[in-house]
């Protein structure tokens, strides 16, 4: 299931830097995105979403952008701090409730 | 902060067995879901629940699983008889609504299982 794809397996970047995570879907019948951070040993906790009708999300130091016609969606964490170091997942849903997920990425945010 | 619980946080069985991993989900939320994330590949949809029935279904999700709310508090996935290829993390969900911006899934810590 290639639908929803995030092709990098991980990021660094230096505490108080922009962390930009990339996200790619092939589905355009998708109607929300979501990302979600994860902790070892915790399930996937909500952080930010988006209507496809949106271009730009914003909460606090978290802000998602949409293009859909490029169907590509990125999530800015500006400033990174440490506890920001996790894996991101960016998850897509179509009309009914089941999301569909990218591989993840891992953020590593050095201090 | 409510949550949604998953026990057992992990599970071993023996090919063949029968498995049931339990949730609770938060306490006003109507929709249930189960997904399963094996070790190194995506988190994967199985199923979503709602009104005591299944609402939609994923391929991988076959006769072999099954989901019920027995008791209006717990919500269950049943493996009849486990597999090797079903060792993975899985994990519940619960949402208030069904869809809409309101439709954000919160998710349980995951239960590991692991088929020997």
């Known amino acids: 299931d290639q639908q929803v794809k995030q092709n990098s397996p991980s990021l660094s970047v230096q505490e108080g830097r922009i962390s930009i995570l990339n996200c790619d879907y092939t589905?355009?019948?998708?109607?929300?995105f979501l990302w979600y951070k994860k902790y070892p040993a915790e399930g996937p906790t909500f952080l930010i979403s988006?209507?496809?009708?949106?271009d730009k999300n914003e909460d606090g130091r978290f802000t998602v952008f949409l293009n859909k016609s490029a169907k590509h969606l990125s999530l800015h964490i500006v400033p990174s701090q440490p506890g920001d170091s996790a894996v991101y997942f960016c998850?897509?849903?179509?009309?009914?409730?089941?999301?569909?997920f990218g591989e993840g990425t891992q953020l590593t945010v050095n201090p | 902060e409510p949550e949604v619980t998953q026990t057992p946080s992990h599970q071993v069985t023996q090919m063949g067995q029968e498995v049931i991993l339990r949730c609770v989900p938060i306490s006003n939320h109507l929709y249930f879901y189960w997904y399963r994330q094996i070790l190194g590949q995506k988190v994967e949809f199985l199923v979503s629940?709602?009104?005591?029935?299944?609402?939609?279904k994923s391929e991988i999700f076959d006769d072999q699983f099954s989901v019920e709310r027995p008791d209006g508090s717990n919500f269950t996935l049943k493996i009849r008889s486990t597999k090797l290829e079903d060792s993975a993390m899985y994990f519940c969900?619960?949402?208030?609504?069904?869809?809409?911006?309101?439709?954000?899934?919160?998710f349980g810590a995951g239960t590991r299982l692991s088929v020997l």
């Open positions: 629940f709602y009104n005591n029935e299944i609402s939609e």
């Open positions: 589905n355009s019948m998708f109607d929300y």
């Open positions: 998850a897509a849903r179509e009309s009914g409730s089941r999301l569909t």
């Open positions: 969900a619960s949402t208030r609504t069904g869809g809409g911006s309101k439709n954000i899934q919160y």
């Open positions: 988006i209507s496809s009708i949106k």
